[in-house]
């Protein structure tokens, strides 16, 4: 079976602290690819990034980090120096490339940016 | 290039009626996914197309909710005898195809059932 957990459930900081988000998955799936999705209030689920499971390279972009970390199948989310538009849910997601098309989503970490 | 379009933003009905969803992915994406989000709640799998063929049906996908997609472009997504436990956001997705694993989304149609 696929899950993804995502134990924090809300996160608050002030503007300009780092943020960690935590992703935690389980596959069975020898390739899988591993996804970051934003929310914002608006509603639309927004695609961040998607790491493969062959590519243990971290990631930067910006302000946005990723740690893709097999041995503890955790795919992790910093942001550094939050800014308050960071406010949103954020959603971790696997994919088995073995099975099906689906994504399977965690259920989501809100991050609230205070001034 | 336009995102995904869905069709109505929001819709409240009365238990029973039935309702009808429209999906407009990106243009030339041949695989399209339904997903239901619940509140606090990420989305879950409903079903998905590659171009007008049915593949994939979620258990969710109970005998009152079809989904077509008859031409290989646009999608319908249809509740029939809506109960109040369907009330949530319904997520369309679409993706151009083989070799692209992340999928777009639209910005969902919110279902009231009252």
């Known amino acids: 079976a696929q899950k993804v957990t995502q134990a924090q459930t809300e996160i608050s900081v002030v503007e300009k602290e780092d943020v960690t988000l935590d992703c935690v998955y389980e596959t069975r799936d020898t390739t899988y690819y591993l996804f970051w999705y934003k929310q914002p209030p608006s509603g639309e689920l927004v695609f961040l990034i998607r790491r493969n499971s062959f590519d243990e390279q971290n990631e930067i972009s910006g302000r946005y980090s990723w740690n893709f970390q097999k041995s503890t199948s955790s795919f992790n989310f910093t942001i550094t120096a939050s800014q308050v538009v960071d406010s949103a849910v954020y959603f971790c997601a696997l994919k088995g490339a073995d099975s099906s098309y689906k994504l399977i989503f965690g259920s989501g970490t809100r991050l609230l940016v205070r001034p | 290039d336009t995102g995904v379009s869905q069709n109505p933003r929001h819709k409240i009905t009365k238990r029973g009626q039935n309702v009808t969803f429209r999906c407009d992915p990106i243009s030339e994406h041949n695989r399209l996914y339904w997903y239901r989000q619940t509140l606090g709640q990420g989305p879950e799998f409903l079903t998905y197309f590659q171009n007008e063929a049915q593949l994939e049906k979620s258990r969710l996908l109970s005998d009152r909710f079809s989904a077509e997609r008859p031409k290989g472009s646009f999608s319908t997504l249809e509740i029939q005898r809506t109960e109040q436990g369907d009330s949530a956001m319904y997520l369309c997705?679409?993706?151009?195809?083989?070799?692209?694993?992340?999928?777009?989304f639209g910005p969902g149609t919110r279902l009231t059932v009252l």
């Open positions: 997705a679409s993706t151009p195809g083989q070799g692209y694993n992340e999928q777009f």
